[in-house]
């Protein structure tokens, strides 16, 4: 059926969730995923590495986590590559997802600003790297947008995000 064959309110509501900015429907094609599923801490480690911002989603299956997926894929699709959106699956990872001293999942933390330490005293090992790390929590709006306007609110810049 062709947009002819809408009622006016029909039409209408298909222009307010394709123009607004806290719509989260599913868009149609965000090509192939952009969302890293968490396999290691060495793996999370080198994304720190690279000092652009990281999202995790801590999840566990429950149906907001469905909801929370498709947000994720929206957000990693729209911020890609300046951007990491990585998904633990914390009861296959439960010692990475137990340090975080939360208790309601899932929730969202941002990891920014990785900075190499200063080494005071002697160097105990040349081979170890030691990283300053902020970590944020996320309650703003779970849209593409919100992300948008956390990163803005943080001082995330545009060579940090699109």
Known sequence: MGKEGLSFFEKLVSHIQSTSRYYTGYPKDLGPSKVIHFTSEREFVQFLHEGRPVV????????????????????????????????????????FCLTRQKKEYPFIEIF??????????????????KY???????????????????????????????
Do not use: W
């Open 56 to 95: 995790v989603a801590f999840t566990i299956k429950c149906a907001y986590t469905r909801h929370l997926d498709n947000v994720l894929e929206e957000a990693a699709a729209e911020f890609y590559p300046h951007v990491k959106f990585v998904r633990v699956e914390c009861p296959k990872y439960p010692g």
């Open 112 to 129: 920014h600003s990785p900075e190499q330490a200063a080494n005071e005293g002697r160097i105990v090992d040349p081979n170890i790297t």
């Open 132 to 162: 300053s790390v902020k970590v944020l929590p996320y309650n703003y709006d779970l849209s593409a947008y919100g992300f948008r306007e956390f990163f803005k609110k943080y001082g995330m810049h545009a060579s940090d995000v699109k």
